[in-house]
Nanobody
Framework: QVPLVESGGGLVQAGGSLRLSCKAT???????????MGWYRQTPGKERELIAR???????DYADSVKGRFIISRENTRKTVHLQMNSLKADDTAVYYC?????WGQGTQVTVSS
C-alpha cells in the first residue's frame, strides 16, 4: 500500500484560490515519474467526477467545468501532484481526491462560500 497524503483544502470565498497537494510519501521516485495522476471530486449524492489528470509525459486534461480555472502540475522531485484552483465558485464545493496510478488520497474538503 502506498499512502497518498493530501493537503490544502479549506474554506474560501467565491472568486478566491486554493492549492491542493498530494504527496506519495513511500512511492519509489521512478514509479512516481512514470505514473498517471490526477484529481477527482465528489459531492453528496453524485458520482465521483474526474476533473484533472496528467500523464507520465506531462500532458494534461481537464473537465469542462474547471477548464481555464484549475491547473494540475506534478513535482517529480517531491513526488507530489498539485491542483491550483482559481476563480472558485460555489459549485466547486466538494471533497477532492487525488490518485496516482491506482492509489488514492484520503480526500480533502473544499468549501466555497458565495
Amino acid at each position: 500500500q502506498v499512502p497518498l497524503v493530501e493537503s490544502g483544502g479549506g474554506l474560501v470565498q467565491a472568486g478566491g484560490s486554493l492549492r491542493l497537494s498530494c504527496k506519495a510519501t513511500r512511492m519509489i521516485t521512478s514509479t512516481f515519474n512514470s505514473s498517471p495522476m490526477g484529481w477527482y471530486r465528489q459531492t453528496p449524492g453524485k458520482e465521483r467526477e474526474l476533473i484533472a489528470r496528467t500523464d507520465r509525459g506531462g500532458a494534461t486534461d481537464y473537465a469542462d467545468s474547471v477548464k481555464g480555472r484549475f491547473i494540475i502540475s506534478r513535482e517529480n522531485t517531491r513526488k507530489t501532484v498539485h491542483l491550483q484552483m482559481n476563480s472558485l465558485k460555489a459549485d466547486d464545493t466538494a471533497v477532492y481526491y487525488c490518485f496516482i496510478r491506482d492509489y488514492w488520497g484520503q480526500g480533502t474538503q473544499v468549501t466555497v462560500s458565495s
